[in-house]
């Protein structure tokens, strides 16, 4: 292994450490994304081995798409997984959006059984990137519940758990299409 | 305004969330030259630049046809440009450590 340990010191630019994911995450079908960013190949460095290159495009008339979460709701997490000489991660990302309106129950009927890909940006900004060309993000299950709760001031929407195994945890320094590709 | 520098590419004109600068609206008009420059120079997939963006913000002018008019009836083969199209890191600003 070329990589060179240094020293990993205290790093927090401007004091700033708050937790939590933004209130929106990015979606997107797996099957519709053109490329993907590249994995570190050799990395010399600590921070070189935690990066991807390049950007996520997608294919001619696909887009990603954005999600708004309630706040305080979103919540990315890494798990380590696997027996001795054989660990590896599986991402979890969950969230709860407000309200049982058509469109967020069309989403999970449409997601609940497919292959996507999540972008999940956290307080800092960084971004983390849920899927990569031989595996995607895929539905787990309803963490919080969904449904109307019992009282008049229970929190009426739906929660939602994603998850994505990998080998190794990355950064994603891309951009996020929100308009559709072109052919050109 | 940005696009005389600067067009979009592969996508249509609209939102796209940069790494640098957040949500930006490429539909809009009053976007920084600045901003796009930079995103430019950071190997945005999505801006290529202009023949006037390469003249007024890097100073490159667009080459010029050294070959004389051939004569009429006179077959001649095309010249390719000695230099290549600008790199985009060969004039990136250097990053701070």
Redo the contacts between chains.
Sequence with gaps: MSIEFTDINKNLPNGENMGGITQKVYFGFHADVATWPTKPVNPLTLEANATLTGDLTMKAGKRMFELYITDDTGEFNIESVGEVDGKSFVQHLNFFHPGLQKKILGFMNAAKNENLVFIVVDAEGQMYLMGDSMRPATYQGAPDGNGTGKETAARKGMSAEFTYKTANNHVYGGSIPLTEATSA | MWTKYFKI???????????SHG?ID?SRDDISIEICKELFEDD???LEITEEGKRELYGIEPPTDLVEPAPENVHIETVEPKDPPPNRKKYAKKKKP
């Design positions: 590419v592969k996508i249509r004109r609209g939102r796209v969330v940069t790494p949500e490429f945005f997939p999505y």
